[in-house]
């Protein structure tokens, strides 16, 4: 196991407790490491939240994390996985003056080839979602940034493992409905 | 179960505690914590309640009582800076893993977040340091987070426990129903390993040539002494301790070979980079217990017996982990491995042992010069107790002096701050001591400079008239501050001077007995008058200015540089 520092995702299941957010934040802090991405939500299993974690530290450190991770009392499990192990996704919001649509017959063009799709669309601007890989959705920006982008925004990372996580057995569950 | 028709949160807060076998809680009234002060103004029969003059007194005083009794140590203040009071004492008792709950007064949950008066974050702020916390802003929720409070306080690695109610709960009326809490589904307090991991660590202590173990506070916590001892027989290993493993194993065991660490004896130190095996028992390789991580035990296999799986691989690197309470876990090793001795082992221990005596402890413990030295005060305590005595120190100079000469029969009878590291400990520490365990000597040792970070705790110790031997060990200077300005600042002794009052006359102010001595011939009797008192003593021992406590591992060097001047 080496100290190159590389990038991985952490999935933690938990309870929905207020506080715990900021216990797992606190655990990054404690070691001066930088959150990349954050997103939490409802997880399969009913009453069970999900929290998916992006940060670029080495593998001895994210297995340390992990361990206190799992040592919060209301953390059911965590784990940690490389890009090539997860099925990642973002999604992209760009907001730019209808104007340019009208006037830049190659502003269509870039929408048509990124495979982003027109959101909404009135007469002061629109906006555009592309939901991907990191690049490609950067190189979007860069594509339409030369047109003016009234706002740009970028969700945390999603995503699932290749492998199972086998929650429902840690729990006790049966989730073969 | 008790089913009780419509009570208070305040009430509900007190019936649990009564439900939980408290009967004992160190606190500071407020504001935001006044309805359960009425409460428990009503059941002061069936609850005591110590008034420390500061909550930070009341943390330690908690955490004395629960060193020494295993029990969990229960503390109350009220928002804002009474919450805030609690932190260095929350933190200690994190990273010394004893188990404590505090009970917090919040402002109505109507005013969170508006900035009110003696509002704090307190669930914020001690996030970082607890075990778990919780803010309670209904009555309902009152009986189930306290049953969870003290599970998770008590269970696994223990720790502390902070849980945050608002004024309103505390007022509103509900229907009070007590269960205690057994499990938690997303909580393990105990992970287990397979059999076959037990076979192997047989087979490599069974091979082993120059065995060797260091055992922590987890022999403590889990009331596991005898448990360590029989393992310990059986296989003839030599043991040493951690700061916090003191007196787990009796100081006269023929197996008992020391203190590793920082100021730790020479040999286990030594040792520790000639062992072929090392097996930590309940212990974490604080840095302070290994140096240099790069040449800590290079050469050897490691096994590490362990209750919580974060500290597997978290300094040190081991061949074997064992999880789960050492309770369980030594005795199935102990079936597995042969009977054995390492007598020639053993004696380099005590070879060792001889080229310390007599480069430090022997002019420690019988020195010549004028000036009293810290560890002839030891050495004259654990001839007045027997080495029966609880002994309490505090940080610095005097702890190390006093971790490395006192004598202990007895588990549970060492209580200082080890991972934190607190000055001001000792004091209120002591007092909680006496309480956990009143029909025990207990002795704090204190230097000047902690003592005085808590040292209106004396008003505590009068009013309860608890019988606490206080010994502070005067140097006029942050001894071991100095020290290390002596060593590796070329003398530079900023900010480490004090000019300090008459103690005695201020205990004396306290109502409580005091003498002071400054020459050795006064020692004996001084110190065997204050063993002798029945109330509370309080003893100044003028010593040396100057003095260093050897041996020492300077921070970042490897355990075997340990130096002896």
């Known amino acids: 196991m080496s100290d190159k520092i590389s990038t991985f995702t952490v999935s933690i299941y938990s309870e929905n407790n207020i506080g715990l957010l900021n216990r797992i934040s606190a655990i990054f802090l404690k070691r001066h490491i930088n959150i990349e991405s954050l997103t939490t939500s409802q997880s399969e299993i009913e009453n069970i939240f999900r929290f998916v974690i992006v940060v670029n530290v080495s593998e001895i450190m994210i297995q340390r994390i992990i361990k206190q991770i799992n040592k919060q009392i209301e953390v059911i499990s965590s784990f940690y996985h490389k890009n090539e192990e997860t099925i990642y996704l973002e999604t992209a919001l760009y907001k730019v003056k209808s104007k340019s649509l009208f006037s830049e017959k190659h502003i269509q063009k870039i929408i048509k080839k990124s495979q982003a799709n027109i959101v909404t669309v009135s007469p002061d601007y629109f906006v555009i979602e592309k939901t991907g890989w990191r690049e490609e959705t950067e190189k979007l920006y860069k594509e339409l940034e030369p047109y003016g982008l009234l706002q740009f925004v970028r969700s945390g990372r999603i995503s699932v493992s290749k492998e199972p996580m086998n929650i429902s057995n840690l729990l006790g569950l049966n989730t073969d409905k | ?565």
């Open chain 2, 1 to 565: 179960m008790n089913s009780i028709n419509k009570i208070s949160g305040a009430e509900a807060v007190i019936r649990s505690l009564i439900e939980e076998g408290v009967d004992l809680i160190y606190g500071y009234p407020g504001g935001a914590i006044m309805p359960i002060y009425d409460e428990l103004y009503k059941f002061q029969d069936k609850l005591n309640h110590v008034l420390t003059r500061h909550e930070q007194g009341a943390t330690h005083a908690a955490q004395g009582f629960s060193r020494v009794s295993g029990k969990v140590g229960v503390v109350m203040a009220t928002s804002g800076p009474g919450a805030t009071n609690l932190v260095t004492g929350i933190a200690d008792a994190q990273i010394d893993s004893t188990p404590m709950v505090c009970i917090t007064g919040q402002v109505a949950s109507h005013l969170l977040g508006s900035d009110a008066f003696q509002e704090t974050d307190i669930i914020g702020i001690s996030t970082p340091v607890t075990k778990w916390n919780c803010q309670v802003t209904k009555a309902e929720d009152i009986p189930k987070v306290l049953a969870k409070a003290f599970y998770i306080a008590k269970s696994g690695r223990p720790g502390p426990v902070l849980i945050d109610i608002t004024k309103d709960a505390q007022f509103e009326l509900f229907n009070y129903n007590y269960q205690k809490c057994n499990s938690i589904r997303s909580y393990n307090p105990i992970s287990t390993c397979s059999d076959d991991l037990y076979d192997k660590a047989s087979e490599m202590i069974n091979d082993s040539k120059k065995p060797f173990i260091v055992f922590g506070q987890g022999v403590i916590l889990g009331n596991a002494e005898s448990e360590f001892k029989k393992f310990i027989e059986k296989t003839g290993i030599p043991s040493a301790w951690t700061i916090l493993g003191l007196s787990a194993l009796p100081t006269d065991h023929y197996l008992n070979v020391g203190m590793v660490g920082m100021h730790g004896n020479y040999g286990p130190n030594v040792l520790t980079n000639e062992c072929d095996l090392l097996i930590a028992v309940g212990m974490r390789f604080d840095d302070r217990v290994t140096g240099n991580l790069n040449t800590y035990a290079k050469q050897a296999k490691i096994i590490h017996l362990e209750i919580d799986p974060a500290e597997i691989d978290k300094n040190v690197k081991c061949d074997i982990a064992l999880l789960g309470d050492v309770k369980s876990t030594l005795p199935k090793l102990t079936k597995l491995v042969n009977n054995n001795t390492h007598d020639k082992w053993l004696k380099t221990f005590s070879d060792y042992y001889k080229i310390e005596y007599d480069k430090v402890i022997h002019n420690e413990i019988n020195p010549t010069k004028i000036g009293l030295t810290m560890a002839e005060v030891i050495k004259e305590i654990n001839v007045a107790t027997d080495g029966n005595a609880v002994i309490v120190t505090d940080v610095g100079q005097h702890q190390m002096v006093a971790c490395r000469y006192a004598k202990f029969n007895d588990s549970k009878s060492n209580v200082t701050s080890g991972g934190l590291g607190t000055m001001g400990f000792a004091l209120p520490a002591a007092l909680g001591a006496k309480m956990g365990a009143p029909e025990r000597e207990v002795v704090a040792v204190i230097g000047d400079g902690g003592y005085q970070m808590t040292i209106q705790e004396l008003g505590t110790i009068f009013q309860t008239g608890s019988a606490v031997k206080i010994v502070v060990l005067n140097n006029d200077f942050l001894g071991m501050v100095r020290q290390w300005q002596q060593m590796f600042f070329e003398k530079r002794y900023a900010s480490t001077e004090l000019i300090n009052p008459d103690f005695v006359m201020i205990a004396k102010g306290y109502n409580i007995e005091a003498n002071k001595v400054s020459k050795r011939s006064e020692l004996t009797l001084a110190v065997k008058k204050m063993i002798e008192s029945k109330k509370p003593y309080f003893l100044e021992v003028k010593v040396e200015k100057e003095d260093n406590v050897f041996p020492m591992i300077p921070t970042g060097a490897s355990v075997s540089d340990i130096r002896l001047e």
